[in-house]
Every structure is written in C-alpha cells, then in structure tokens.
C-alpha cells in the first residue's frame, strides 16, 4: 500500500511539466563543486556552488544520472561522484583503490559509445584521459585543489559559458533514459501488477533524520535469514525497475531539505501526499508544523482557514475516493523502520484534524497562541523540553490517532501527569493535551464522567476536578495573604494533593483559615470562603487514592479555576 502509493504519487508529479521530480534513470543531487571545461578539454575553472542557509553552506541541487549503489568494492557513479573517483585522490592510504576507483570512472563514460561525438562528451573524455589534467588543478588552483583533497565532496562537469551539466546535454539525457528502461521483463511487479524487470537492489532513501547521510534502506534483503524459497535480495518481494524507481525518488522528494509536504514528529520524518492534488497537502505543514519565527501566525491562520474550508465544502468537494497519505519514518540502523502509515480520503483526514483541534481547545490567556503544533504539545511532556527525551513510539502513536480520530496512546496521559508532579507547572499546553487525551478516553470508554469543557465548568462533580479547583483557590488565598512569597503550596504539595488527597487536604484546610484571616480585603475573604464552600459541597470525603485519569482532571481543574481568576467578572440582570 506504502509503495502503490508513493508510485501513484510519482505518476501525476511526472506527468506535469512544472514538476521537479526527477525523469526515469536521474535524480536530483547536491553538486558542491563543477569542473568548467573548454572544449578542447582544458580546464578554465573550478564553480563552488555552495551558498549559506540557515549558518550552513548548502550547494545547488543538479539532475544528474541515478546513483549506483554503493558497496564495500569499486562502484563509480556516472557523471559525478566524489573526489576520489572522479580525480583519482587516496584519501585512505590505498593507491591502488584510488587508481581502481578512477578507472571505473572513466569506464562508465567511455562505455557511452553511442555519444562519443557530442560536444560535452568530447571535452569531458579528453580532460579524464589527459594524464596531465589532475596536476593542471594543482598548479592552477592551489587553493581549491586542497580543498578538494580535504573535503572528498561530490564533484560534476559543465561546458564553460554553459548552463546545464555536461550530463543534462539532450543526446545524452537520451541515451540514459533509454538504458534506464532497457531489458527484457524477467517477473511480475507487485506494484504496478504486471511484467518488468525485476529490480534485484533499490535505490537508497535520504533525508529520514537519524540515518545515514549516505541513505538506507526501505525495502532491502542483505542477509540469508532474510531469503525465502532459495529467492536473493530483491526476488523476494519482486518490484519492478520502473516501480522502485518511482516509489525511491518520489520519497526522496518528500524528505528533501526544503520540502512543504514534510514535518518532523518526534523522531519520526513524517511526509504526507494525496493520490489527486487538493489543497491538504500543502496546508498540513502549516497545520501540524511549527510556523516560521517571521511569521508566527501562520498556523493560527491555517486552522482558521481549515474550519472554514470544512464549512464551505472545499476538502468535501474532492472526489471521495481521492486518498491521502501520511507516512512516519524513523531511523533503525542501516534500513529505515515505518514508524506508522495512515490512508483516508482527504475528507475523513481534513473532518479528523479538525477534531483533534476541537479537543485541544481550552481557555487560555491572550498571549497563548491558539494553534498548537503536535512538536509542541510532546516537547511540552518531555524532559527538560527537549525533542530528543520524546519517547520513541509516542509520537508516531499521537499521529496516528490525531488521523483516525481514535483514542490517544494512554503513554501520553502518564508522561504529560509525571512531567506536571516533577515540575509543578500546569501550562496551557499540558493542559489542553490532557483535555485533549481524557476527553477521548470518556468519548470511546463510555463512564459517568462528564467531559471537560473549554472554560471552568461548575457543574463537574468529579472528584479530581473538584479537587483541582479547591487546591487552586488554597493557592490563591496563600498568594493574596503572603503576596512576597516565593514558594506556594503547590510547590510542595502538588504531588500528594493531586494522587493521594486525604494525606494533605486536611492539613491544608486549617493553613487556609491562617491565611484568610491575614487578608486586609475582608470582601476578598469573604469571597474566597464562598468558593470554597461551594466547591465542597460536591466534596464527600476526600478520597485516599486518584487515577491516573482523575489526576488528569486535578490539573484540568486546577488549570481552569486558576484562569477564572484572571477574567473579568460579568454583571447579569
């Protein structure tokens, strides 16, 4: 379904001109460093194509052949590779390798006997077998030829006063794209469901954060374990060249640097497509990522304009069976693990997102932003606020539920309670995330509790959230009796208050009268002694033990009241 998918993708981007999805044979690569060539062979200058982005050097991307797939031998790429093979430098000690590596270099161009005349291939054949071409860069550009040695980086060639790249000439584009489909079917592609050559190594995945730099695996069989029915490698999951191309370079447009149909969930770099374009999916980066420092706003806009768009139709409008894909990948040595994958049509996808945003809405102050990313809610719950202390399924688990509109995982719930007991802070978005997660728990696990509102509800007779309301209310008459006072009691009593209520309510009551009794303000006083009286007359007994959900509900509690302190109080006739 992964594959069928991202091939169909491939498909409707290849079929449009405008397209940056790379032909049948090419793939679009970081080129540091183009060699200038005269026709003659001569070289006239070394380009550095590298720029600063974000305090790095990022160089331009060129469509260039399609990598080979490298191995612990010699393998030499065509047209472009490293330093090592394409100047013949020993980096390693080993000149006999780096004589080896070469030399499959100039084979692989050589070998193209059919545009041996062109003008590009001409200057290109007569500056590798010039044996006098490597010292040329020595003596002419010292500087650069250091650099070179130093850096290994990836290395190409042009015409001089030429745009294109000695390999996007059109003979030569020809030639390739007529070698990439060449061969004789030899099984049936379990893609495209039909007779190709079977592909025996796919092509590397790049830009999954955490693996390799050089790229992983997806689909790979390197060991014997792995083979079945006496089939090697790619026989056992037969796909065809054409399929595994189309699903590898459609995914490595998906993680590239600058992609809009891509976010990072944890540990997991989550992309998203649709069979059919429609507007989700451009608008989800804005929806579920973090919004750019010049524009802070952006994802307030985007769910603004994703509740209209469900209002008016527009996502409603698609044709039903135009799915959409959402696909988290995370890092696992050299192959690349499926964290989840969800499938929907862009309504279901669209009417669930909007959901999962209803349930996170929660009173808050003016200066809380009313859109919050799914990276902000976890780092909220980790450590330190630190993505790297995400545990590692949870956000893949998040996701999937915020697609299918079912049951957060219940490891959000414990980690979001244990970081507010470690840091006794019930910030806005903790407590829209455990609004968030309880609400879901009561909605699929029908109980008598009710579910938690948007505001401070005085109707919730749970025991948590009448709890959490009282200790927020104790706190206040602390706060406005000692108003210099660094440390309140939630600061010493929030862990016991909110698990083990009856081992510190009572004693907090009685420091309560203490505190009352200091206000100036009898009106205040007398205010704070009403409330109290009418949060305890939903209060029996305080209870020896909470659950974990009734935890949930404390700081929920706690949260609202100490919000309503904040609001303006409203005169009704």
Same mark, same amino acid.
């Given at each position: 379904?992964?594959?069928?998918?991202?091939?169909?993708?491939?498909?409707?981007?290849?079929?449009?001109?405008?397209?940056?999805?790379?032909?049948? $044979?090419?793939?679009?690569?970081?080129?540091? !460093?183009?060699?200038?060539?005269?026709?003659?062979?001569?070289?006239?200058?070394?380009?550095?194509?590298?720029?600063?982005?974000?305090?790095?050097?990022?160089?331009?991307?060129?469509?260039?052949?399609?990598?080979?797939?490298?191995?612990?031998?010699?393998?030499?790429?065509?047209?472009?590779?490293?330093?090592?093979?394409?100047?013949?430098?020993?980096?390693?000690?080993?000149?006999?390798?780096?004589?080896?590596?070469?030399?499959?270099?100039?084979?692989?161009?050589?070998?193209?006997?059919?545009?041996?005349?062109?003008?590009?291939?001409?200057?290109?054949?007569?500056?590798?077998?010039?044996?006098?071409?490597?010292?040329?860069?020595?003596?002419?550009?010292?500087?650069?030829?250091?650099?070179?040695?130093?850096?290994?980086?990836?290395?190409?060639?042009?015409?001089?006063?030429?745009?294109?790249?000695?390999?996007?000439?059109?003979?030569?584009?020809?030639?390739?794209?007529?070698?990439?489909?060449?061969?004789?079917?030899?099984?049936?592609?379990?893609?495209?469901?039909?007779?190709?050559?079977?592909?025996?190594?796919?092509?590397?995945? @790049?830009?999954?954060? $955490?693996?390799?730099?050089?790229?992983?695996?997806?689909?790979?069989?390197?060991?014997?374990?792995? /083979?079945?029915?006496?089939?090697?490698?790619?026989?056992?999951?037969?796909?065809?060249?054409?399929?595994?191309?189309?699903?590898?370079?459609?995914? /490595?447009?998906?993680?590239?640097?600058?992609?809009?149909?891509?976010?990072?969930?944890?540990?997991?770099?989550?992309?998203?497509?649709?069979?059919?374009?429609?507007?989700?999916?451009?608008?989800?980066?804005?929806?579920?990522?973090?919004?750019?420092?010049?524009?802070?706003?952006?994802?307030?806009?985007?769910?603004?304009?994703?509740?209209?768009?469900? @209002?008016?139709?527009?996502?409603?409008?698609?044709?039903?069976?135009?799915?959409?894909?959402?696909?988290?990948?995370?890092?696992?040595?050299?192959?690349?693990?499926?964290? !989840?994958?969800?499938?929907?049509?862009?309504?279901?996808?669209?009417?669930?997102?909007?959901?999962?945003?209803?349930?996170?809405?929660?009173?808050?102050?003016?200066?809380?932003?009313?859109?919050?990313?799914?990276?902000?809610?976890?780092?909220?719950?980790?450590?330190?606020?630190?993505?790297?202390?995400?545990?590692?399924?949870?956000?893949?688990?998040?996701?999937?539920?915020?697609?299918?509109?079912?049951?957060?995982?219940?490891?959000?719930?414990?980690?979001?309670?244990?970081?507010?007991?470690?840091?006794?802070?019930?910030?806005?978005?903790?407590?829209?995330?455990?609004?968030?997660?309880?609400?879901? &728990?009561?909605?699929?696990?029908?109980?008598?509790? @009710?579910?938690?509102?948007?505001?401070?509800?005085?109707?919730?007779?749970?025991?948590?959230?009448?709890?959490?309301?009282?200790?927020?209310?104790?706190?206040?008459? &602390?706060?406005?009796?000692?108003?210099?006072?660094?440390?309140?009691?939630?600061?010493?009593?929030?862990?016991?208050?909110?698990?083990?209520?009856?081992?510190?309510?009572?004693?907090?009551?009685?420091? @309560?009268?203490?505190?009352?009794?200091?206000?100036?303000?009898?009106?205040?006083?007398?205010?704070?002694?009403?409330?109290?009286?009418?949060?305890?007359?939903?209060?029996?007994?305080?209870?020896?033990?909470?659950?974990?959900?009734?935890?949930?509900?404390?700081?929920?509690?706690?949260?609202? &009241?100490?919000?309503?302190?904040?609001?303006?109080?409203?005169?009704?006739?």
């Amino acid at each position: 379904m992964i594959l069928q998918g991202l091939v169909e993708y491939y498909d409707r981007k290849a079929a449009d001109p405008d397209s940056a999805l790379a032909p049948g $044979g090419f793939e679009w690569k970081e080129i540091p !460093f183009i060699l200038e060539l005269a026709a003659d062979g001569k070289l006239v200058q070394i380009i550095d194509t590298r720029e600063f982005q974000a305090k790095k050097l990022i160089a331009k991307r060129f469509l260039v052949p399609q990598a080979v797939k490298k191995k612990s031998g010699v393998a030499a790429n065509l047209f472009w590779d490293t330093a090592e093979y394409v100047l013949g430098f020993d980096l390693k000690g080993k000149p006999e390798r780096a004589i080896s590596q070469r030399a499959a270099f100039v084979e692989r161009i050589a070998s193209l006997e059919s545009i041996q005349q062109d003008v590009g291939m001409r200057a290109l054949l007569a500056f590798l077998n010039d044996p006098e071409s490597v010292n040329s860069i020595e003596a002419k550009f010292p500087t650069q030829y250091r650099e070179l040695f130093e850096i290994n980086p990836v290395i190409s060639f042009r015409l001089v006063g030429e745009v294109n790249l000695v390999c996007q000439r059109a003979d030569v584009m020809a030639t390739l794209r007529d070698d990439s489909s060449a061969g004789e079917a030899n099984g049936f592609c379990l893609v495209r469901g039909k007779e190709d050559v079977i592909e025996r190594l796919h092509s590397s995945i @790049k830009g999954v954060w $955490g693996a390799q730099s050089s790229g992983a695996n997806i689909v790979s069989f390197n060991l014997d374990a792995f /083979n079945s029915f006496g089939k090697a490698q790619g026989a056992n999951a037969p796909v065809g060249k054409q399929a595994a191309f189309a699903y590898s370079t459609a995914l /490595n447009h998906l993680l590239r640097r600058d992609s809009r149909q891509r976010i990072q969930v944890g540990d997991a770099s989550t992309v998203f497509w649709s069979r059919d374009q429609c507007p989700l999916e451009t608008d989800l980066l804005a929806l579920f990522g973090e919004s750019p420092k010049d524009d802070p706003d952006q994802g307030s806009h985007a769910v603004a304009n994703l509740y209209s768009s469900i @209002k008016n139709g527009v996502y409603a409008a698609d044709d039903r069976d135009n799915r959409f894909y959402v696909l988290g990948l995370a890092p696992n040595a050299a192959r690349i693990s499926v964290r !989840f994958f969800h499938s929907g049509t862009v309504k279901e996808i669209a009417h669930n997102i909007k959901t999962h945003f209803d349930d996170l809405e929660i009173e808050r102050a003016s200066f809380d932003l009313p859109h919050l990313s799914i990276f902000r809610l976890l780092t909220s719950i980790a450590a330190q606020g630190k993505a790297d202390n995400i545990p590692p399924n949870l956000s893949g688990d998040f996701a999937r539920a915020i697609l299918a509109a079912s049951p957060y995982p219940a490891t959000l719930l414990q980690a979001a309670v244990r970081r507010i007991r470690a840091e006794h802070d019930i910030n806005y978005q903790r407590a829209a995330l455990l609004k968030a997660v309880i609400n879901r &728990q009561t909605r699929f696990q029908p109980s008598n509790d @009710k579910e938690l509102t948007v505001s401070l509800d005085l109707t919730n007779n749970n025991a948590g959230y009448r709890l959490g309301r009282l200790f927020a209310v104790l706190e206040r008459a &602390q706060e406005r009796a000692n108003p210099s006072l660094n440390a309140t009691i939630r600061d010493r009593f929030y862990g016991a208050a909110s698990s083990t209520p009856v081992a510190v309510f009572s004693n907090l009551m009685k420091l @309560k009268n203490h505190h009352i009794a200091k206000l100036e303000n009898r009106g205040e006083a007398v205010n704070l002694e009403r409330l109290i009286g009418e949060i305890m007359d939903g209060i029996t007994d305080f209870p020896t033990h909470l659950p974990l959900a009734d935890q949930g509900r404390f700081a929920v509690g706690y949260y609202h &009241q100490r919000q309503s302190f904040y609001n303006k109080s409203t005169t009704t006739e």
